[in-house]
């Protein structure tokens, strides 16, 4: 788990290079019995259980305030789709911001602090509403999202069983309502849950099209999510009241 996890935290960009040019060169006093790399490899599915229960509690305390996002998880490139045979019945197709992907949907919760809340795991073509009550669910306060997540009856939902409110902008023909001006200045700050989005891909590597194992797949993904928990610095909202109205 610990190799695992520190991959994500280096600058390598392969976990064979990684395993044979660091590990095995340079840390082999601190592992005892240190296997060869394809052991190592089918070693790596038993890890998924103790990660993901690790990774709970890495999660940091929600404040009230939260962010809620979805980041596509790109398993191969559109031109290849057609011959990928890993993940035929579990990955879709979807479409984000920048166009068509096939894959999964990683669904994020963040604080002010940029401490991780939640996560979720789903196929590409999945509304990004639909997860929401099983993520919010151990949350309390207000949770801020883009237009994608505009639904009434969701709201209303996360209300009356959670008592959370749900903060979105309007779309271009919607009605305008009067919004508490501090839920204004949050609402800006939502690009939070976008940097660390960008940081989970760029730096946690946590998206990449090499897979060849589910299970490999979800190790790859949980270990990302943990080396940025590790992470001491992380984006984060202002939270006095001079610093949100700059």
């Known amino acids: 788990m610990t190799i695992l996890i520190a991959f994500h935290q280096s600058a390598y960009r392969h976990f064979k290079a990684f395993y044979t040019e660091m590990v095995c060169a340079y840390w082999r006093s601190a592992f005892a019995g240190l296997v060869s790399y394809a052991r190592f490899v089918e070693w790596m599915p038993s890890t998924l259980v103790p990660l993901s229960a690790y990774l709970r509690h890495c999660f940091g305390p929600c404040t009230g305030i939260s962010f809620i996002d979805s980041t596509p998880l790109a398993v191969c490139h559109v031109r290849r789709v057609h011959a990928h045979k890993v993940f035929v019945g579990l990955a879709a197709w979807g479409k984000s911001s920048v166009g068509w992907f096939y894959g999964f949907k990683l669904h994020l919760v963040v604080g002010e602090r940029g401490e991780l809340l939640a996560m979720s795991v789903t196929a590409g073509n999945t509304d990004d509403r639909k997860p929401v009550p099983e993520l919010l669910k151990d949350l309390h306060g207000k949770v801020f999202g883009d237009r994608g997540y505009i639904s009434g009856k969701l709201g209303r939902q996360l209300r009356e069983d959670f008592g959370i409110a749900l903060i979105t902008k309007l779309r271009r023909k919607m009605t305008n309502r009067l919004m508490v001006m501090t839920d204004k200045l949050l ?15 760029n730096i946690s590597q946590i998206e990449h099209t090499r897979h060849r194992s589910e299970v490999n797949f979800l190790v790859n993904l949980v270990c990302g999510l943990i080396a940025y928990c590790h992470k001491p610095n992380k984006p984060s909202v202002a939270s006095d009241a001079d610093q949100l109205n700059a």
């Open 187 to 201: 609402l800006r700050k939502r690009g939070i849950i976008e940097a660390i989005n960008d940081q989970l891909k």
